[in-house]
């Protein structure tokens, strides 16, 4: 199993930035793909970016390609989302998420549905 810590959250102003951390627990931080999920008030909640275990692919959801970008850092076991050019449609809770996919091959990112690993979330809120 593997347990995940996010932290990076805050209020910023739009047009602004803020970087998100999660950091896993475990030894076997290389054998999962990882993700970033949002949920805003009111809404379900939904993808924001995924990577593959060696972080040799990724993917994103439309409405926030080109201002995000998913990375991770295998020796510090932590995986990061550098959020750019906020605007308010982005205030959410923010969770990373994992996905074991040892089996896939390491450029294998996977479909929302293989996530199965949460942590508990950071606020991040977009100011107009």
């Known amino acids: 199993q593997v347990q995940l810590v996010e932290s990076g959250g805050g209020l910023v102003q739009a047009g602004g930035s803020l970087r998100l951390s999660c950091a896993a627990s475990?030894?076997?931080?290389?054998?999962?793909?990882m993700g970033w999920f949002r949920q805003a008030p009111g809404k379900e909640r939904e993808f924001v970016a995924g990577i593959s275990m060696n972080g040799g692919s990724t993917n994103y959801a439309d409405s926030v390609k080109g201002r995000f970008t998913i990375s991770r850092d295998n020796a510090k076991i932590t995986v990061y989302l550098q959020m750019n050019s906020l605007n308010p449609e982005d205030t959410a809770v923010y969770y990373c998420?994992?996905?074991?996919?040892?089996?896939?091959?390491?450029?294998?990112?996977?479909?929302?549905?293989?996530?199965?690993?949460w942590g508990q979330g950071t606020q991040v809120t977009v100011s107009s």
């Open positions: 475990g030894r076997t931080f290389n054998s999962y793909a």
């Open positions: 998420a994992a996905a074991w996919t040892a089996t896939r091959g390491s450029y294998y990112v996977p479909r929302q549905s293989e996530y199965g690993y």
